[in-house]
């Protein structure tokens, strides 16, 4: 049994000291009771014995690190844009709890009145290391108080995305209220910066824009730029520029599903890959995880496209040349106003 908790790294020190005299006492023990003649292997035996007990614990298993704990107060696309991140987690050995505060359409307006009224409208969307589980009619101070959260995503809708104006005075009250209730004191917010429509989309909203998909990114990632620096929010996950960069490639303008959600497979793909590296700091390029029915050149290109634009989210790198070309060690800094 002592030998088990050595390997398996579940013991405290005082534990180890009792090991230790433990086998002392009983090596003394043993020793008065057998003949001369066997006492220098018994020796040798209790020496490999305190060996064994000083020096296993160096190999012993590390406790598990905290997970990190991130929750969206958003709807459908923060819905589309976590799909994958939690298995991109577990293939990279990162211990994760994500949930989503999830109603379809909901503006910043909405979640504002939401909480002041609390209103059990949200469908609680988590995973918890991997265990996905999925509560109704819960508010969104049930959400804020499950967990004590590192980091909360905020978002608009994504019509009104682009419009700056939206945003107030909804989003700095919402803020206040997180930052008065949430259970832990230091969370960090994060704004995310959402995709523009597919250009054949027949969204309503879509007209917001002239029903043009360049003027609408373009209008998204100017407002999540003012917005950010106006409410003092450090870290933006590019989504929405991980997306463009993707449909200057072959895959082109295809990675959604109905004009404004994201396919299933790529599209969210990408998306998740922005949150890995926005949130995580590493590189998703080869990463060990891709969804079944993405093909190897589609997940190298979509992975491409999300480091791009944590590298630069405010504006559109072109893949249309895109080949399996891998970037030098200093392309793959993750860019000052994304380091918290």
């Known amino acids: 049994m002592p030998l088990n908790l ?20 009983k090596g003394i023990s043993f020793n008065e009771r057998i003949p001369k003649t066997m006492n220098k292997k018994t020796n040798f035996l209790l020496f490999t014995a305190f060996l064994l007990i000083v020096f296993l614990p160096l190999n012993a298993a590390k406790p598990q690190k905290e997970p990190l704990k991130i929750l969206a107060i958003g709807n459908s696309f923060s819905d589309d844009a976590v ?5 991109l987690a577990l293939a990279d050995s990162i211990p994760l709890i994500v949930g989503n505060l999830y109603i379809g359409g909901c503006s910043l307006e909405r979640h504002w009145k939401n909480a002041t009224e609390q209103l059990a409208d949200y469908s609680y969307r988590k995973s918890n290391l991997g265990v996905f589980t999925n509560q109704d009619h819960k508010t969104l101070l049930d959400g804020l108080l499950d967990e004590n959260w590192d980091f909360i995503v905020v978002q608009q809708v994504s019509q009104l995305s682009g419009k700056y104006d939206t945003y107030f005075p909804y989003l700095p009250n919402l803020m206040k209220f997180v930052k008065a209730h949430a259970k832990n004191p230091k969370v960090k917010f994060a ?3 959402v995709w523009a429509y597919a250009q054949n989309s027949t969204h309503e909203g879509f007209a917001n824009y002239d029903r043009d998909q360049m003027k609408m990114y373009l209008a998204i990632t100017e407002t999540v730029k003012k917005v950010a620096a ?16 993707c449909r200057t490639s072959e895959i082109g303008d295809h990675l959604n599903r109905d004009g ?6 790529t599209g969210r793909y990408i998306a998740s890959c922005t949150w890995f590296e926005t949130f995580f700091h590493k590189s998703c390029i080869g990463v060990g995880f891709k969804p079944a029915g993405v093909t190897d050149r589609q997940a ?14 405010f504006e559109i790198t072109s893949m249309a ?3 399996f070309s891998f970037l030098p060690i200093s392309d793959k800094i993750i ?6």
């Open 83 to 87: 799909e994958y991140l939690d298995e």
């Open 260 to 265: 404004y959600h994201l396919d299933l497979l």
């Open 191 to 193: 704004l995310h910066q």
């Open 335 to 340: 860019p000052e106003i994304l380091v918290y």
């Open 6 to 25: 050595i390997k398996t790294g579940r013991y405290s020190q005082m534990a180890l000291f009792e090991i230790i005299i433990f086998v002392v006492k």
């Open 321 to 323: 040349d895109f080949a």
């Open 300 to 313: 190298t290109i979509a992975q491409y496209a999300a480091h791009y634009a944590v590298r630069r989210p």
């Open 230 to 245: 106006t409410t003092e929010i450090k870290i933006i996950i590019p989504s929405g520029t991980a997306i463009q960069n």
